[in-house]
C-alpha cells in the first residue's frame, strides 16, 4: 500500500502562518524520510485563526525546496474560483522548478460567501464557477498541448521543464466527480473524509465511465486513492482519544458554529462531545464508513486494508488534524510503520 499525506498548515495556538508553515515543512521532510509518496497541501479560505493553507500554489513551490525525492502537490485547487489557463501555467512552473515532483489536484467548493465573492473577479454573478468537467479539461489540455490545430488556445506556451508535466488528479466526494474523472481518463481521489457514504458507488462510477485521454493526460487503466481522516497511535483507546479534536472540529462545523474553531486541546475536545469518542471497530463494512477512523498500527493497518479493498485502490492519502503537533509527527511515524514503508 502506498500512504501519502495532505497538510492543512494549522496555524499553532499564539502563532501565525510563518510558524504554521515552518511545521508544515518539517512534516513534509519527515514524510520524505518515512517513505510517504506524496505531499499534498490543501485550499481554504477564512479559516485564518486556524489554517494557514489558502494558497498552495505557493506552498507547494516552498515544501519542494525543503525536500528532495518526495511528490508535492495541491489537495486540491479550488478551479471554481480560477482561470484554467493561470492554473496551468502556475503548476507548469512549479514543475520546471521540481520536474517530475509535482501533482496538481483539481476540485470545487464553496464556503463562507464572502470569501467566494472576494475570489471572484466578476462580481456580477454571484455563483462562481463554470462547467467543471470543461474546465479540468480545459487545464489538462493546456498541460498536454491538447487543442486541436484550429482552436483558439492551441497557439499558447507554457514555461516548461525538460521531460515532465504535472500529474493531473480530480479529487471530489460524489460519484459526479467519479464520472468526470473516468471520462477525462484522470486518476480519482475521493475525499471519504468529507462524505464516506459514496465512497463505493464513487469509485464504480469511475471505473464504469473511464476512457483513456485523448492526448495522453493520464493512466491507461483506472488509477484512484482513497483519502481518509486517520489518528494513529500506539493503543486503540489513546488513538480513540487523539481523534476527538477531529469529532469535535467536525460537528462544529456541520452545526455553523465556526466561530469556536480552532479547537486547540483534547480536553477542549472532548468537553464539546460530552465523551471521549469509543475507539474505531476493527472491521466497517460498505456503507457504515465514519468520517474518521482510528487506531494502533495493527488496527490501522486493517482497516486500511479493508477499506481500500472494498473500493479496489491500493493509495491512501490521510489527513487529520491532531491537536498536538507531536503526537501528529508520532501517528505519521506509526502509519508509516503500519503499512511497511521504505525510506526514500
Not at 39 to 59: G, K, N, Q, R, Y
Amino acid at each position: 500500500m502506498e500512504l501519502s499525506l495532505v497538510d492543512l498548515a494549522p496555524i499553532p495556538e499564539g502563532g501565525s502562518a510563518t510558524e504554521a508553515f515552518e511545521r508544515t515543512v518539517e512534516r513534509a521532510q519527515q514524510a520524505e524520510r518515512l517513505g510517504y509518496s506524496r505531499f499534498w497541501v490543501a485550499e481554504h479560505h477564512d479559516f485564518t485563526d486556524s489554517i494557514a493553507s489558502t494558497t498552495p500554489e505557493v506552498l507547494i513551490a516552498h515544501v519542494a525546496a525543503n525536500t528532495s525525492d518526495i511528490r508535492v502537490g495541491s489537495g486540491t485547487v479550488l478551479l471554481n474560483h480560477y482561470s484554467p489557463y493561470k492554473v496551468a501555467e502556475t503548476f507548469s512552473v512549479l514543475d520546471a522548478l521540481a520536474p517530475g515532483r509535482i501533482d496538481l489536484g483539481l476540485g470545487r467548493a464553496t464556503g463562507n460567501p464572502v470569501s467566494d465573492f472576494a475570489l471572484q473577479q466578476d462580481r456580477s454573478r454571484r455563483r462562481s464557477g463554470g462547467d467543471h468537467a470543461d474546465e479540468i479539461n480545459e487545464v489538462t489540455a493546456h498541460l498536454h498541448d491538447g487543442f486541436p490545430d484550429d482552436h483558439q488556445f492551441s497557439d499558447l506556451q507554457l514555461p516548461r521543464s525538460r521531460d515532465s508535466v504535472p500529474e493531473v488528479w480530480v479529487l471530489g466526494s460524489s460519484p459526479s466527480s467519479a464520472k468526470i474523472a473516468g471520462r477525462l481518463g484522470l486518476p480519482y481521489c475521493f475525499a471519504a473524509f468529507i462524505r464516506p457514504e459514496p465512497a463505493v458507488r464513487a469509485f464504480e462510477t469511475y471505473r464504469e465511465h473511464f476512457q483513456p485521454s485523448s492526448f495522453g493526460a493520464g493512466p491507461d487503466d483506472p488509477y484512484g486513492m482513497l483519502a481518509l481522516n486517520v489518528t494513529c497511535a500506539d493503543t486503540d483507546e489513546e488513538a480513540a482519544r487523539l481523534r476527538a479534536t477531529t469529532e469535535a472540529s467536525s460537528r462544529l462545523l456541520r452545526s455553523g458554529r465556526t466561530d469556536q474553531l480552532p479547537i486547540r486541546s483534547i480536553e477542549e475536545a472532548i468537553d464539546e462531545l460530552g465523551t471521549v469518542p469509543d475507539p474505531t471497530p476493527t472491521s466497517i463494512g460498505p456503507g457504515e464508513w465514519p468520517r474518521a477512523i482510528s487506531g494502533s498500527p495493527e488496527t490501522v493497518r486493517d482497516l486500511l486494508e479493508e477499506l481500500t479493498a472494498q473500493v479496489g485502490v491500493d493509495e491512501v492519502v490521510v489527513q487529520n488534524q491532531i491537536a498536538d503537533p507531536e503526537d501528529t509527527r508520532r501517528s505519521h511515524e506509526l502509519l508509516a510503520d503500519a503499512a511497511d514503508l521504505s525510506p526514500w
